[in-house]
């Protein structure tokens, strides 16, 4: 089975601190991604990636950035933290090639931010 | 712009009640993937099921069914007798190929079986 991990179920940051979100998977796929997802907007893209060191912004970029130095491995910075970034972070991950495949989902990170 | 809507916020249903979650999407693609995810309370999303828009077969998984109609641009399920472990919140999805890998994803429906 799939799996993919993220380092923590539940957060609290300052404003201004910067924070790490990490997410692992095991399956060797070239694709991640990183959502938020907030009542009522249902999941939106931050960033993903298609390869080692290859990362394309989603829709809602702005105050994140993002890190892949190994394949495995995608991480999701937010450089100072704002109470507005306070949601619920889910990474996923997913093969590639001509036809759309499924993403799996670790099981989010809840991030409060005060 | 693509764009995935599914009106019913929450649904509460008294168990072995049948109940259908719609979706409704936009895009001006001819290919196009559709796709329907549970989330569980323990948050991590799971995939139920993935259709192209070439294959308009309704598709049925034991209590699961989905009904695609191009024509009404719709992506319904449905659960027949409804069982308290149905209560999720279900997210309707849309990609598509030959580009970035992404998934439109509607707001999503809380659904409640009630013993």
């Known amino acids: 089975d799939v799996k993919v991990t993220q380092s923590s179920r539940y957060l609290v940051k300052r404003t201004g601190e910067k924070v790490f979100l990490e997410c692992v998977q095991d399956?060797?796929?070239?694709?991640m991604f990183w959502y938020r997802q907030d009542p009522g907007l249902g999941l939106r893209l931050i960033y993903f990636s298609y390869d080692v060191k290859m990362k394309e912004k989603g829709d809602i970029p702005e105050g994140y950035s993002v890190s892949r130095e190994k394949k495995e491995r995608f991480s999701l910075i937010l450089e100072s933290a704002s109470t507005n970034q306070t949601s619920m972070y889910l990474c996923?991950?997913?093969?590639?090639?001509?036809?759309?495949?499924?993403?799996?989902f670790g099981p989010g990170t809840r991030l409060t931010v005060t | 712009a693509q764009k995935v809507t599914q009106a019913q916020t929450e649904i509460s249903v008294v168990e072995k009640e049948d109940v259908t979650l719609d979706c409704v999407y936009e895009?001006?693609?001819?290919?196009?993937?559709l796709f329907w995810y549970k989330q569980p309370p323990s948050g991590e999303l799971v995939f139920l099921i993935r259709?192209?828009?070439?294959?308009?077969q309704n598709e049925i998984s034991g209590r699961y069914s989905w009904n695609f109609q191009k024509s009404t641009s719709s992506f319904n399920f449905t659960i027949t007798a409804s069982q308290v472990v149905d209560s999720a919140v279900y997210f309707c999805a849309l990609h598509r190929p030959r580009g970035a890998q992404k998934l439109v994803f509607g707001q999503g429906t809380r659904l409640t079986i009630n013993p």
């Open positions: 895009t001006r693609d001819t290919t196009y993937y």
């Open positions: 399956m060797d796929h070239e694709n």
């Open positions: 259709r192209n828009s070439f294959d308009e």
């Open positions: 996923a991950s997913s093969e590639t090639g001509g036809e759309s495949y499924e993403q799996y």
